[in-house]
């Protein structure tokens, strides 16, 4: 399954960029707070990462897990080792181990172990599956908490090229940084990965709908909504990499209680975004 856009897919929501404070006697001086772009761009990007990291485990070792009461270790992600438990009633588990640390195509070190519970055969549509961490890090960053993913629909006759509808849920789901700071996030997203029915990546898209709400390492709360559903498209990483090229998301946080709306375009290959707030528009390109 087109593993390289996989590896990140999703990524959607990956730039809900959290404004934090603005100064409240001046929108005309309102700037982002870089720490909570950061938190909110981590949390996404790691959330989504592990979530195609179990769908590219679960692609490429199908025709193993349709074999019922056996363990195996395999080969996993970035070189990693995979064990799969299987049993009778349908069930299993895979714990991807990355040991003392493996560097993988991101250029990143993951260590510790990201553990998935399932039921039901792979890519069918009674699938469930929910992953948690034992001691996993990514660089310097610690992940914990837990995500269920639900294969909803889906349309096509082979997997390969099927439209699949997924159901994802994040709770308690948290970064702890070198400094001691924690970042949490939970959220409730459709996401809709669109093969276009070809082997050909640069056709592939997804789209992102739900909402998220989470607390920023300084503290701060919000909540986020796409307000209208968000795009990637594998056509516009060479030239925008993972930034959405559409959609729009308006974000609240809880210190000031202004809506800041995320505007990602109208699908042009770039990674500039608009934000409002209030009656104040600018212009931001994302890095």
Same mark, same amino acid.
Request: with cysteine.
């Given at each position: 399954?087109?593993?390289?856009?996989?590896?990140?897919?999703?990524?959607?929501?990956?730039?809900?960029?959290?404004?934090?404070?603005?100064?409240?006697?001046?929108?005309?001086?309102?700037?982002?707070?870089?720490?909570?772009?950061?938190?909110?761009?981590?949390?996404?990007?790691?959330?989504?990462?592990?979530?195609?990291?179990?769908?590219?485990?679960?692609?490429?070792?199908?025709?193993?897990?349709?074999?019922?009461?056996?363990?195996?270790?395999?080969?996993?992600?970035?070189?990693?080792?995979?064990?799969?438990?299987?049993?009778?009633?349908?069930?299993?588990?895979?714990? /991807?181990?990355?040991?003392?640390?493996?560097?993988?195509?991101?250029?990143?070190?993951?260590?510790?172990?990201? /553990?998935?519970?399932?039921?039901?055969?792979?890519?069918?549509?009674?699938?469930?599956?929910? /992953?948690?961490?034992?001691?996993?890090?990514?660089?310097?960053?610690?992940?914990?908490?837990?995500?269920?993913? @639900?294969?909803?629909?889906?349309?096509?006759?082979?997997?390969?090229?099927?439209?699949?509808?997924?159901?994802?849920?994040?709770?308690?789901?948290?970064?702890?940084?070198?400094?001691? @700071?924690?970042?949490?996030?939970?959220?409730?997203?459709?996401?809709?990965?669109?093969?276009?029915?070809?082997?050909?990546?640069?056709?592939?898209?997804?789209?992102?709908?739900?909402?998220?709400?989470?607390?920023?390492?300084?503290?701060?709360?919000?909540?986020?909504?796409?307000?209208?559903?968000?795009?990637?498209?594998?056509?516009?990483?060479?030239?925008?990499?993972?930034?959405?090229?559409?959609?729009?998301?308006?974000?609240?946080?809880?210190?000031?209680?202004?809506?800041?709306?995320?505007?990602?375009?109208?699908?042009?290959?770039?990674?500039?975004?608009?934000?409002?707030?209030?009656? /104040?528009?600018?212009?931001?390109?994302? @890095?």
């Amino acid at each position: 399954m087109k593993k390289d856009f996989l590896k990140v897919a999703s990524l959607a929501l990956a730039l809900n960029i959290l404004f934090a404070s603005c100064q409240k006697e001046n929108e005309k001086t309102a700037q982002p707070q870089e720490v909570a772009v950061e938190d909110n761009v981590s949390m996404e990007s790691e959330s989504d990462d592990i979530v195609s990291m179990s769908d590219e485990f679960m692609a490429g070792n199908y025709s193993n897990m349709r074999v019922s009461g056996e363990n195996a270790t395999v080969a996993g992600p970035c070189s990693s080792t995979a064990e799969i438990t299987r049993h009778g009633d349908g069930t299993g588990k895979i714990v /991807i181990d990355f040991g003392t640390g493996k560097s993988c195509e991101d250029g990143r070190m993951h260590k510790g172990k990201v /553990i998935i519970d399932y039921s039901g055969k792979p890519y069918t549509g009674d699938h469930t599956r929910k /992953i948690t961490f034992d001691n996993y890090y990514v660089n310097d960053i610690k992940i914990e908490g837990e995500k269920t993913v @639900k294969i909803d629909k889906i349309e096509g006759t082979s997997f390969e090229h099927a439209k699949i509808t997924y159901r994802i849920a994040a709770k308690g789901f948290k970064l702890k940084f070198k400094d001691g @700071k924690t970042a949490e996030w939970n959220s409730e997203r459709v996401r809709i990965y669109d093969p276009k029915g070809t082997h050909d990546r640069a056709d592939d898209e997804i789209t992102i709908a739900g909402s998220a709400s989470g607390t920023n390492r300084n503290g701060i709360q919000y909540a986020a909504i796409v307000t209208n559903p968000i795009m990637l498209k594998a056509s516009c990483l060479k030239t925008s990499g993972w930034v959405p090229v559409s959609g729009v998301l308006t974000i609240t946080p809880s210190d000031d209680k202004k809506e800041r709306i995320v505007n990602y375009g109208t699908g042009t290959c770039d990674r500039v975004v608009t934000v409002t707030v209030g009656s /104040i528009s600018r212009e931001m390109t994302i @890095k």
